[in-house]
């Protein structure tokens, strides 16, 4: 197929041939067809005769150099506008890239987002079921937490009533410890009295018998220990215990019973020292004393009259002792026969 071309002066249209024969011009984009070629060359040779002719060709030549420059400032208009449709094709080719460019990194952005939200909704999904887990695990607490809270409302209803039922006990026990308390000062107060009459008893019916044979001095201690004055009574004893009179224990040993405490003490004392053995029944007796002293002072004269121990601990407890107290009296009855 012949390539064709147009004239850029009259739009003819200019075979490949004609341009190869030399009878059309080409010059970079632009052509002239054989037509317009003819008329330029035919406006030259005019010229040039008007030249030669004189100067009514002058208007002539002006007018064909005007129309060649225009012919040639059309041909680089149109070279510049071709330049020109290039750049802009290549700066559309440019932006067509870059937009291509773009729309890629916006497919991959759009891509990266996607995975992001289809991750976070994943995250949403696992924590939404996490959360749904933890909540049934929550209301299965909760609801045995009510459980425990309704039995422990009902053992507090529980508890109301038996610590009710433990206070009246308790003011029971506590008139019944009121009671025993009065049955016992009653008690110690009628024992002491039995065992001031014993004494005075003891006292009024040993030293008749036994008096004729003291000195006076012996004899005026003898009657102290009648005297209601206890203090008086332990000087009595204190000054009697240095005789070591085996005559005399009688008289010491009814003082076990006197209501004051200290006569117990050192009436246990000094039959212990004097190794007092008819004394020993009284002695035994003697453990049971309410002070602990006495008790101690008591065991220590057994221990020394008898040399043997029965590992009394005045201060152990009633049972611990009451237990000693019985080993001693079974003792005594194995022994005093």
Known sequence: MTD????????????????????????????ICPTCCD?????????DKEKSGGSMFFPLFIALIACGACIF????LDKVKDDTTV???????????????IQVSQESSFKEVST??????????????ASIGMTGAVDTRVSELVNQVNQLEGLADGQA??????????????????????????QEFLRDSIAELERKVV????????????????KALLGQLKDDDPLKRVSAIEKISKFDDPALIPYVEALLDDNYEMNRFYAANTLGNWNAMPSVPTLIQTLADDFAFVRKEANAALVKITKEDMGYDS????KDRQKATQRWSDWWTKNSK
């Open 4 to 31: 064709l071309f147009f004239c850029n002066i009259c739009d003819q249209s200019v075979p490949l041939s004609r341009l190869e024969g030399g009878e059309a011009v080409r010059h970079g984009g632009r052509v």
């Open 39 to 47: 008329a330029i060359s035919l406006a030259l040779k005019k010229d």
């Open 73 to 76: 400032l059309y041909l680089e």
């Open 87 to 101: 750049s802009v094709n290549d700066a559309v080719m440019m932006l067509h890239r870059s937009m291509g460019d």
């Open 116 to 129: 992001q939200i289809g991750g976070l909704e994943q995250t949403m999904q696992d924590g939404l079921t």
């Open 161 to 186: 009533t038996l610590q009710q039922s433990m206070r009246s006990l308790q003011a029971q026990v506590q008139v019944s410890e009121e009671g025993l308390r009065d049955a016992r000062t009653g």
């Open 203 to 218: 006292v009024a019916t040993a030293a008749p018998v036994q008096a004729s044979g003291f000195s006076s001095d012996v």
């Open 315 to 318: 201060k152990g407890s009633e």
